[in-house]
T-cell receptor, first 111, second 114 residues
Framework: TQLLEQSPQFLSIQEGENLTVYCNSS?????LQWYRQEPGEGPVLLVTVVTGGEVKKLKRLTFQFGDARKDSSLHITAAQPGDTGLYLC???????????FGKGTRLSVIA | DARVTQTPRHKVTEMGQEVTMRCQPI?????VFWYRQTMMQGLELLAYFRNRAPLDDSGMPKDRFSAEMPDATLATLKIQPSEPRDSAVYFCASGLDTPRDTQYFGPGTRLTVL
């Protein structure tokens, strides 16, 4: 069973602070996706990382895929209240099977 | 702007009643997924379809849950009889072709069973 562990589970920070959340597994993934879920809505894809060591930037968000393709991190610079939400990572495993989702990190950015 | 739609958005019912949730996937998408989300368990995959055929429903309690795709524009998830432990948010998602592709989620149905 492939498990994705996300940490921390909860994070509450002040506007303007930086933060990093993590997604770890003992399994190797073909690629990894990050989703953000806002209250009352479904998850929305932010980015897909494919290559070990890959770094992708989306405005103030920086995503990194570990060299061994077992882990990933999301760094947010100068967090804003609009970043509040549940951040989910989802791994693509070899074979034609569905994404494996972590339980998420619930982020609250206070103005 | 293509979106997955789900109805109803909220449902409150009493234990023992039948509940039916509906989903309209994005036109042209071949895969449809049903998830249940709770604070404790996170997002759990209940069942998924490809080209309307059920591929895996091992995540569903078989005695009370059923999932179908009567046609390409409608997926249903039925609970009969419902129990308080079924209270959760149920999401439908659709994807382009294979179960590994990006999933596009609907807004969810928040179910409360009293």
């Amino acid at each position: 069973t492939q498990l994705l562990e996300q940490s921390p589970q909860f994070l509450s920070i002040q506007e303007g602070e930086n933060l990093t959340v993590y997604c770890n597994s003992s399994s190797v993934f073909s690629s990894l996706q990050w989703y953000r879920q806002e209250p009352g809505e479904g998850p929305v894809l932010l980015v897909t990382v494919v290559t070990g060591g890959e770094v992708k930037k989306l405005k103030r968000l920086t995503f990194q895929f570990g060299d061994a393709r077992k882990d990933s991190s999301l760094h947010i610079t100068a967090a804003q209240p609009g970043d509040t939400g549940l951040y989910l990572c989802a791994g693509v495993v070899p074979g034609n099977t569905p994404l494996v989702f972590g339980k998420g990190t619930r982020l609250s950015v206070i103005a | 702007d293509a979106r997955v739609t789900q109805t109803p958005r909220h449902k409150v019912t009493e234990m023992g009643q039948e509940v039916t949730m509906r989903c309209q996937p994005i036109l042209g998408h071949n895969t449809v997924f049903w998830y249940r989300q709770t604070m404790m368990q996170g997002l759990e995959l209940l069942a998924y379809f490809r080209n309307r055929a059920p591929l895996d429903d091992s995540g569903m309690p078989k005695d009370r849950f059923s999932a179908e795709m009567p046609d390409a524009t409608l997926a249903t998830l039925k609970i009969q009889p419902s129990e308080p432990r079924d209270s959760a948010v149920y999401f439908c998602a659709s994807g382009l072709d294979t179960p590994r592709d990006t999933q596009y989620f609907g807004p969810g149905t928040r179910l409360t069973v009293l």
